[in-house]
């Protein structure tokens, strides 16, 4: 699986867009970008994934570049609860698990 | 949120004795998975299941071993608990192994052998 770089932490306000980037320059074409989020000490939540399109769901948008070595997870309007550990995940066709880095670490301001 | 649940919650037990986790979903889906969270270590693929009585290998099965009789139940079990194995463990479920089949998580079980 190609390899993803977060930032380690961000900060947003409450009410404000959460914009949080990932890169995975060495991503292959048959791969999907995935982001799952973590609650303290909760199962890994699934957020978005695409391939090539940018997609939006009812929890987020993801913004793929063109070239596809980078992305952006859109939380629209961050909450309190949105604190969470992000994980930017790179997903190879067939492959057996989610190899989840160290994520970032987004804390929701009031 | 996909029907996945994990019993127990939380277990604490002893040095050498034998541990099961039990995994449950009700979304009839195919794959069933097994990882374990270590701080500094992320989320590491223990065993995983692609069908009833069918199971393989993940990046750390040393000392379990698995299960699956039933397509809603996988069950993980620790035949001889040592410390090292003090861990948050998740389930998982996909409906196939492909890169856009989505895997999703179970709350987790804290598993602490002391």
């Known amino acids: 699986d190609a390899k993803t770089t977060q930032p380690t932490s961000m900060d947003c306000a409450e009410g404000r867009a959460a914009n949080l980037p990932c890169n995975h320059s060495t991503i292959s074409g048959n791969e999907y970008v995935y982001w799952y989020r973590q609650i303290h000490s909760q199962g890994p939540q699934y957020i978005i994934h695409g391939l090539k399109n940018n997609e939006t769901n009812e929890m987020a948008s993801l913004i793929i570049t063109e070239d596809r070595k980078s992305s952006t997870l859109i939380l629209p309007h961050a909450t309190l609860r949105d604190t969470a550990v992000y994980y930017c995940i790179v997903r190879v066709d067939y492959g057996n698990q989610f190899y989840f880095g160290t994520g970032t670490s987004l804390t929701v301001i009031p | 949120d996909a029907g996945i649940t994990q019993s127990p919650r939380h277990k604490v037990t002893e040095t050498g004795t034998p541990v099961t986790l ?60 040592t410390s090292s ?29 002391l």
């Open chain 2, 22 to 81: 039990r995994c449950h979903q009700t979304e009839n889906h195919r794959y069933m998975y097994w990882y374990r969270q270590d701080p500094g270590h992320g989320l590491r693929l223990i065993h995983y299941s692609y069908g009833v009585k069918d199971t393989d290998k993940g990046e750390v099965s040393d000392g379990y071993s698995v299960s699956r009789s039933k397509t809603e139940d996988f069950l993980l079990t620790l035949e001889s608990a």
């Open chain 2, 85 to 113: 194995q003090t861990s948050v463990y998740f389930c998982a479920i996909s409906r196939d192994r492909g890169a856009a089949d989505t895997q999703y998580f179970g709350p987790g079980t804290r598993l602490t052998v």
